[in-house]
C-alpha cells in the first residue's frame, strides 16, 4: 500500500463520522416519507376543493343565469314566460247548419279554447275558427253577420248566441214535456229508450217521482209484465237499473224460457172456452219418442199441405221451434200460460179471455143492408173463411171450388173438418176505414163468424199493436186502393170535433179531419219540398223599411204575430235580416197582412217550376159531367221553410223582429215550390179526373159512383200529406162550378158571370196602366172572342211607345165598346172531344187570318170549341192569295195542335180557296210552300172546299182587320232592329222625355230637339263615337250634332270632347307641310260626271279582302268603297266602275269607262291625285277608330265609313256629299223627316260655290307652302 498508514485512532474517527452521517441520512430518510405523505395528503385536499370550487362555480353560474333571467324579466316585462305544453285536441267537424249538432259543435270548441287558451286568446280568433267550421247555411248566415258588422261580429259569446237562435231553436217546455209524456219503448231495447229518457229528463223541471212513473209508463207491457212480480225501486236511477237487468235477462233465450218444462203442451193459437175447435189430446212423450207428439192440441189450419216426416217432427221438438212449443197468444208470457194434463192422460182445453186475440169489427155491405159481425185474424191459416151456418144465414151466394180443400194442422194433421168444396161470391167488405171485395172460404167454424189468414195479411201488410190488438195502419195498396180515410186504427168514422158534419156528403163525413181548421193550423213537418231560399254568391239579405201603422193595422199585427207565435208558424227573430211589415185591404175590406220581400227576392236564386196552363185542365174535360172543387186552407203555410234557411225570411214590426217557419206569401219561389209538391203529391190523378192549379184543385168524373171514388182518392191523399181543405170554399158534385175564372159544366166552358158584371161597368181608360189592366183581362178570355186580335188592334196599338200624352183614339173607343158586347154575349165553347173528328174553318184575308176549331154535338150540329184571329205583318200581306190562305191554315193547325195531332180519325180542314185542295198532290211547290208542307205531314187531315158564302164564321173573323189600308210601300226584306233610324229612335224618345222636366227655351232653332244637361254626354258619344258619326273633327261633328239637336254651349262643349278623345288622339294623321303649288283641277258641272280613283292596299286578311278600291266624285265629294280580294287589273277596275258608279249615276264625260279618271298616284302621294289620297286618309283614320284593336274585322266596317263620309258637312260645298247628289239630307231621327219635295241638285249646288273654295285653297297653299324646285 502506498502513503501513509492510517494510524487507528483516526480509524475510528472516521468510523463515527461514518455512523455519524448514516444516521443523519436516516432520520432525513424518514423525514422524506413523512414529506411526501404530506404532500399526498395536500394533493387529495387539494382535489377536494377543487371539486367543492367546481361545485360552487356550477352553483354560482346556475345563480348567475337566474339572475339574469330575472333581470330580463324586470326590464322587459312583456316577454311571456313560456307556457307549459297543452294538451293536443282535435278541431270538430264541420257544420252545415242541421239543428240536431249544434251544441256538439258548440261544446267541443268550449273545450279547445279552455285547453288552449293561447292559441285562441281573443274573440275575433275564436269567431274566425268557429266560421272556418260553418258550411252551407250556416256559412251564409255567418257572412251575413260579419258584413252587417254588429256586436256579434266581435263577441264570440254574442255570436254563438245568435248562432243558438238561429238553429238551434231549443223546445219549449211545453213541447218537452209532451214529448217526455209520449215517449215509448217500442221495439228498442231497454239501453236506448234510457239514453233518450235521459236525454230528454234534463230539459224538465219534473220531480224525481214523476220521471219514474214516466220512465216506468214508457216501457213494453212485456217488461211491464216482468216488472209486476218484483218489488220496484222508489228512485228513478232504481227503476233504471231493474229495467236494465230485466231486459238483458230477457234478452238471453236460454234464461228467458229455462223455466218452461219439457213436457207440457202449449198451443200455438189459443181460443176461448165457447170458441174452440181444438179436441183434447195427450200429453207429449219424453223426447225418445217424439212422433208420438202429432195429437198436439188444435193447430193452425192449412189448406192443401202434406204432413210432416217424423224426423222434421224431432227436430222442432228438440231445437224447441215456436211453432210447436211456444205459445203466442197475445199480451201473454209463457209462463202465464195455463197449462195441465188430465189424469186421463189428455190435455185440458186451455182458454183465455176475448181480448188476448185479434178480433176486429167488421161489415158486410148487402145491397144497401150493412151487416155489422167480428173477424179473427189469425195468421196460422193459409185461407179466409167464413162459417157455413152464417153465411147461410145471411143468404151470401156462394159457388163451387175447381176442386176440394182439405184443412189440416201445422204439422199436416188433418182436423176433423169436411173439405172445402164452395166460396162466396165477391162480397164487399168493410173495416172501419177499410174497403175490399173478398171470396171466403165455406167451412164451420165456431171461434169466430169469419177468419182472416195468411193470404189477407199478405194482400193488406197491416201494421198490428199486438199490445192492443189493434191495426195501427194499412200498407202502401191499402192507402191507394183500399182506405176510405186516413190510415190509422180501424175505429169507424173519424171524429173530428172542429168540423161540422153538415157541410160535407155523407160518403166524405169519414173523411172530416181533412177539413179540420185546428190541424190545417198546426206548424208543418219538414219535407223534402222545404222551401229552399238559396242565394246568389256573395249576396246578403238587405235590412228592410219598417212601415207605419194605422191604429186598425196595429192591432191586426199584434193579432197576426201572437197568433203565428201560439201556433209555431212565427218566432222571435236575431237574423241580421229584416223585411217590411205591412197591410192591404181586401176586397171585404179586411186587412191581409204582407211583408216586403223584394230585396231577399232579387238576390234569389230562381227555382223555374212551371205552373200548368189553363188550357189543360180544360181541355181534359170532355165527358165529364159531375164536378167537385177543393180549395186547400192556408195552402202556403202547409210547407216549411228549409231548416237553416228561416233567418232569411225575418220580418220587422213597430213591436219585435220575428222570422217565419212556413212559407209565406211573397217569395218568388213560393209558387214554383208548392205546385211541385201538389203536382208530386197528386201525380197518378192529374191529368186523368183531376186538375190542381196551387191551391185550387178540380176532380171531374162522369159517373157519380166513379166521382165519388175519385173525390176520396183525392181526400185520402191529401190527409195522408197532412194538407187540409177550407169547407166553406170546396163544392161537391156540381154538374156546374167555377174555376179559375171560368165556368164549367158538361155543356162545355164560358166566362165567370161575375167577370161579365164587372166588363158591364168597366170605365174607358184614361192611362196606359188601365189601358193594359183591360187588355190582360180580355187577353184571358180571348178563346171565346171571334176575331179577338183584329178587335182590340186599335187598343193594342196604344200600348206602343208614345211622343205624346195617353189619348183613346175614336177607333179605339169603338174596339172598347165592342169588346164589352162581345164578352157579354160570348158563346159557351164545348169541350173538346179528341175521340171525335173535329172540322177546322179557316179564311184569310187581305190582312187577316181568321179560324173555328168545331167539333159536332149530339144534335149532329158544329158547336165552336175555340176561335183563333192573327194579323198578318206588311210582308205577309203582300203574299199570293194562295200563300195567305196555306198560311191562316197554318196557323191554325199550330194554335191547336195539341188536338189535332196524333188523333185516329182524320179531321176536316175548310177553306175558300179551291185550289189548295189539291196542294198536297202538286208536284211544284215554291220555297215556302215546301216549307209548310213539311209542317202539314205531322198532321192527319184532309182540305175541302167551301165557298165563302158558307164559310161565315171563318170569313168575318179574318176581315175584321179589313178597315185596314193596305200600304202600296215596299215591305221590308230586312228586320226592323238592324234599321238604323230606329235603333237611333231611343236617343231621340228620352230627349223627347226628358222635355217634361226641363221644358226647352224659347230661342231653340225650328227642327232641333233642345237637349238637357244630363243627356248632353250621351248625344255628344252618339256625334262623334258612333259608326255613323266616324269620330270627324271639331266642325263636322258640330254639323253633325246640330242637324238634329241644340243647346247653348254646343260648340264648345264639342270642342273640348273631341279634343278629350282618346281613339282620336291615337289615330291623328300627320299636319305636315308638303312642298309644291297647288293646282286646282277643273270644276265638274255636275255629280259623278268626274271621280277619281285609288286603291288602299296591304290590310290585313278581312273576310277574304285585302284592298279597298276608293272612288271619290269630284263635283259632291261623295265616296264609294269597294273591298277586294287584291289589286285588280285594269279591265277589272273599268267592270268596278261599271257596277258600283255608271249602274247608280249613270255614265261618265263622253260616254266612256275610264274618261273621267284621273292618273293613279303612288302610295301615300297625294301631289297627282289629292282628292282621293284625302279620302283614304280619312278611310284609313277611320278603320283606326273602330278596328284599331281587331285589324282582322274592318271589311264590316266598311259600309259605315261610307256612309258616315257622305252624311257628314264637306268644307267645299258646305253641304254633305248625299245632300248635294239627291238634293235632301237623309233624316237620322223622325222629327227630322222633310215635308217638302227634293229640290233639284243645280238649286242646292253652285258651280261658283266651287270656284270660290277652290281660288281660297290655291291661296291658302301658296302663302303657307314653299314653292316646288
Known amino acids: 500500500m502506498s502513503g501513509p498508514e492510517m494510524v487507528p485512532a483516526d480509524l475510528e474517527q472516521l468510523w463515527g463520522m461514518i455512523q455519524q452521517q448514516s444516521g443523519e441520512i436516516f432520520n432525513l430518510r424518514q423525514e422524506l416519507v413523512g414529506l411526501r405523505a404530506e404532500v399526498n395528503a395536500l394533493r387529495a385536499e387539494t382535489a377536494g376543493l377543487r371539486a367543492e370550487c367546481g361545485a360552487l362555480q356550477s352553483d354560482l353560474t346556475t345563480l348567475q343565469a337566474d339572475y339574469d333571467d330575472l333581470a330580463a324579466a324586470a326590464i322587459a316585462p312583456a316577454e311571456p314566460v313560456r307556457p307549459a305544453p297543452q294538451p293536443k285536441i282535435a278541431l270538430p267537424d264541420k257544420w252545415d247548419g242541421s239543428r240536431a249538432r249544434c251544441d256538439v259543435l258548440l261544446t267541443n270548441l268550449s273545450l279547445l279554447f279552455e285547453f288552449q287558451p293561447a292559441r285562441y286568446p281573443t274573440d275575433r280568433r275564436r269567431i274566425a275558427l268557429l266560421i272556418s267550421l260553418l258550411t252551407g247555411q250556416a256559412a251564409e248566415w255567418a257572412a251575413a253577420v260579419l258584413k252587417a258588422n254588429g256586436i256579434a261580429a266581435h263577441s264570440y259569446t254574442e255570436f254563438t248566441n245568435q248562432l243558438r237562435a238561429a238553429f238551434q231553436h231549443p223546445e219549449s217546455e211545453v213541447e218537452v214535456d209532451s214529448r217526455l209524456y209520449h215517449l215509448r219503448q217500442g221495439e228498442r231495447s231497454v239501453s236506448k229508450y234510457t239514453m233518450d229518457f235521459r236525454t230528454l229528463a234534463v230539459q224538465t223541471t219534473w220531480s224525481d217521482a214523476a220521471l219514474r212513473t214516466a220512465f216506468y209508463e214508457g216501457l213494453s207491457n212485456c217488461l211491464k209484465d216482468e216488472l209486476a212480480v218484483r218489488e220496484l225501486p222508489a228512485t228513478l236511477e232504481g227503476m233504471i237499473q231493474l229495467a236494465l237487468r230485466v231486459d238483458q235477462r230477457m234478452s238471453n233465450p236460454t234464461k228467458r224460457f229455462s223455466s218452461l218444462s219439457t213436457g207440457s203442451t202449449l198451443r200455438h193459437r189459443h181460443l176461448d172456452q165457447s170458441f174452440t175447435h181444438a179436441v183434447a189430446a195427450p200429453s207429449p212423450p ?13 193447430e193452425p189450419m192449412q189448406i192443401g199441405r202434406t204432413s210432416l216426416t217424423a224426423a222434421e217432427r224431432a227436430r222442432r221438438y228438440r231445437e224447441g221451434s215456436p211453432s210447436c212449443n211456444l205459445p203466442l197468444a197475445s199480451g201473454k208470457r209463457p209462463d202465464q200460460v195455463k197449462r195441465g194434463r188430465s189424469s186421463s192422460g189428455s190435455a185440458a182445453n186451455q182458454s183465455y179471455p176475448a181480448n188476448s186475440r185479434l178480433l176486429l169489427q167488421v161489415s158486410i155491405l148487402m145491397g144497401h143492408q150493412r151487416i155489422v159481425t167480428t173477424a179473427f185474424v189469425d195468421s196460422g191459416a193459409a185461407g179466409n173463411f167464413i162459417d157455413q151456418a152464417y153465411a147461410a144465414q145471411l143468404g151470401i151466394e156462394t159457388e163451387v171450388l175447381s176442386q176440394p180443400l182439405n184443412i189440416t194442422a201445422i204439422d199436416g194433421r188433418p182436423l176433423n173438418f169436411s173439405p172445402v168444396t164452395r166460396r162466396t161470391k165477391e162480397i164487399h167488405l168493410l173495416i172501419g176505414n177499410h174497403s175490399e171485395k173478398i171470396h171466403l172460404l165455406i167451412t164451420k167454424i165456431t171461434s169466430s163468424p169469419i177468419i182472416l189468414g195468411h193470404p189477407w195479411l199478405i194482400m193488406h201488410d197491416p201494421f198490428i199493436s199486438w199490445t192492443t190488438n189493434r191495426i195501427v195502419h194499412w200498407g202502401a195498396t191499402c192507402q191507394e186502393l183500399c182506405l176510405q180515410a186516413k190510415a190509422g186504427t180501424c175505429s169507424g168514422e173519424s171524429e173530428v170535433p172542429d168540423v161540422k158534419l153538415d157541410g160535407i156528403p155523407v160518403s166524405y163525413r169519414d173523411l172530416a179531419e181533412v177539413f179540420s181548421k185546428k190541424q190545417a193550423a198546426r206548424l208543418p213537418p219538414h219535407r223534402p219540398y222545404d222551401l229552399a231560399i238559396d242565394l246568389v254568391p256573395g249576396a246578403v239579405p238587405p235590412r228592410g223599411h219598417l212601415y207605419s201603422l194605422s191604429a186598425a193595422e196595429h192591432q191586426a199585427m199584434e193579432e197576426y204575430v201572437a197568433e203565428g207565435l201560439r201556433a209555431g208558424t212565427i218566432r222571435p227573430s236575431s237574423s241580421p235580416a229584416a223585411a217590411g211589415f205591412f197591410f192591404v185591404k181586401k176586397k171585404d175590406g179586411g186587412l191581409r197582412p204582407c211583408v216586403d220581400y223584394r230585396g231577399l227576392n232579387q238576390i234569389t236564386i230562381k227555382n223555374r217550376h212551371p205552373l200548368p196552363l189553363t188550357n189543360t185542365a180544360l181541355d181534359a174535360l170532355s165527358g165529364a159531367r159531375f164536378f167537385t172543387k177543393l180549395d186547400l186552407r192556408s195552402a202556403y203555410n202547409l210547407v216549411r221553410i228549409r231548416e237553416g234557411d228561416e233567418w232569411k225570411t225575418a220580418f220587422i214590426t213597430p213591436t219585435g223582429h220575428y222570422e217565419t217557419l212556413v212559407m209565406p206569401f211573397g217569395l218568388c219561389n213560393s209558387p214554383s215550390v208548392f205546385q211541385q209538391f201538389i203536382n208530386d203529391v197528386l201525380r197518378d190523378m192529374l191529368g186523368r179526373w183531376c186538375y190542381a192549379y196551387l191551391d185550387d184543385i178540380l176532380v171531374y168524373s162522369k159517373t157519380l159512383e166513379e166521382h165519388t171514388q175519385h173525390v176520396r182518392a183525392v181526400l185520402r191523399r191529401l190527409l195522408a200529406h197532412k194538407l187540409y181543405c177550407k169547407l166553406e170554399k170546396c163544392a161537391f158534385h156540381q154538374h156546374t162550378t167555377t174555376f179559375l175564372g171560368f165556368v164549367i159544366s ?67 173607343i169603338q174596339a172598347f165598346k165592342k169588346l164589352c158586347h162581345l164578352f157579354t154575349t160570348a158563346p159557351v165553347l164545348i169541350h173538346p172531344n179528341p175521340a171525335k173528328p173535329f172540322v177546322v174553318e179557316v179564311d184569310a184575308s187581305d190582312v187577316g187570318v181568321g179560324a173555328v176549331l168545331s167539333e159536332r154535338g149530339p144534335d149532329e150540329k158544329l158547336h165552336p170549341c175555340s176561335f183563333f184571329s192573327r194579323k198578318f205583318n206588311p210582308t205577309q200581306q203582300r203574299y199570293g192569295v194562295g200563300d195567305r190562305e196555306l198560311l191562316a191554315i197554318k196557323w191554325a193547325l199550330e194554335e191547336w195542335r195539341h188536338w189535332l195531332q196524333g188523333g185516329s180519325d182524320p179531321f176536316t180542314v175548310w177553306t175558300d180557296h179551291q185550289n189548295l185542295t189539291v196542294i198536297r198532290q202538286t208536284k211544284q211547290l215554291n220555297p215556302r210552300q215546301a216549307r209548310w208542307a213539311l209542317f202539314f205531314e205531322h198532321f192527319h187531315f184532309h182540305l175541302s172546299y167551301r165557298p165563302g158564302s158558307k164559310n161565315t164564321k171563318a170569313d168575318a173573323i179574318s176581315r175584321q182587320h179589313q178597315r185596314d189600308t193596305i200600304s202600296s210601300e215596299p215591305a221590308p226584306v230586312l228586320p226592323p232592329h238592324i234599321i238604323l233610324a230606329p235603333l237611333q229612335w231611343g236617343l231621340e224618345e228620352r230627349v223627347r222625355q226628358s222635355h217634361g222636366l226641363e221644358p226647352p227655351p224659347p230661342e231653340t232653332p225650328a227642327g232641333r230637339l233642345f237637349v238637357p244637361d244630363h243627356l248632353r254626354g250621351e248625344v255628344l258619344q252618339w256625334g262623334h263615337d258612333s259608326t255613323l258619326a266616324g269620330h270627324q273633327g271639331v266642325q263636322r261633328t258640330i254639323s253633325f250634332i246640330d242637324r238634329a239637336f241644340w243647346w247653348r254651349t254646343l260648340r264648345r262643349d264639342v270642342q273640348e270632347y273631341v279634343q278629350a278623345c282618346n281613339i282620336c288622339a291615337r289615330s ?19 255629280p259623278w260626271s268626274h271621280i277619281s280613283v285609288d286603291f288602299v292596299t296591304g290590310l290585313p286578311d278581312s273576310e277574304g279582302k285585302n284592298t279597298i278600291l276608293t272612288i271619290v266624285d269630284r263635283f259632291s265629294k261623295a265616296v264609294h268603297l269597294v273591298a277586294l280580294a287584291g289589286l285588280p287589273s285594269a279591265k277589272t277596275t273599268a267592270e268596278l266602275i261599271l257596277e258600283h258608279v255608271v249602274r247608280l249615276h249613270g255614265a261618265l264625260v263622253h260616254g266612256q269607262v275610264l274618261a273621267g279618271l284621273l292618273p293613279l298616284s303612288s302610295g301615300h302621294h297625294p301631289q297627282t291625285n289629292g282628292q282621293t289620297e284625302r279620302a283614304n286618309q280619312q278611310l284609313e283614320r277611320f278603320l283606326q277608330c273602330f278596328a284599331g284593336e281587331h285589324q282582322r274585322s274592318w271589311a264590316r266596317y266598311l259600309v259605315w265609313a261610307e256612309l258616315s263620309n257622305n252624311l257628314h258637312t264637306s268644307s267645299a260645298t258646305q253641304l254633305s256629299p248625299f245632300e248635294v247628289c239627291y238634293g235632301y239630307q237623309p233624316p237620322v231621327f223622325e222629327h227630322q223627316e222633310p215635308e217638302v219635295d227634293v229640290p233639284s241638285a243645280q238649286q242646292l249646288v253652285r258651280r261658283t260655290a266651287i270656284q270660290k273654295a277652290n281660288q281660297r285653297y290655291t291661296t291658302q297653299h301658296r302663302r303657307r307652302h314653299p314653292p316646288g324646285r
Open 286 to 298: 219424453p223426447p225418445t219418442a217424439p212422433e208420438a207428439h202429432s195429437s198436439g192440441a188444435g
Open 1068 to 1086: 291623328k294623321t300627320s299636319n305636315s307641310p308638303s312642298t309644291g303649288e297647288l293646282q286646282p283641277l277643273p270644276i265638274p258641272k255636275r
Open 746 to 812: 158538361s155543356q162545355g166552358v164560358a166566362m165567370d158571370p161575375q167577370k161579365l158584371e164587372a166588363v158591364r161597368s168597366w170605365p174607358l181608360p184614361t192611362s196606359l196602366k188601365q189601358l193594359q189592366r183591360f187588355l190582360g183581362f180580355a187577353n184571358f178570355y180571348r178563346r171565346f172572342i171571334q176575331g179577338f186580335s183584329a178587335t182590340a188592334a186599335p187598343l193594342t196599338a196604344l200600348t206602343k211607345p208614345s211622343r205624346g200624352d195617353f189619348q183613346l183614339t175614336p177607333e179605339a
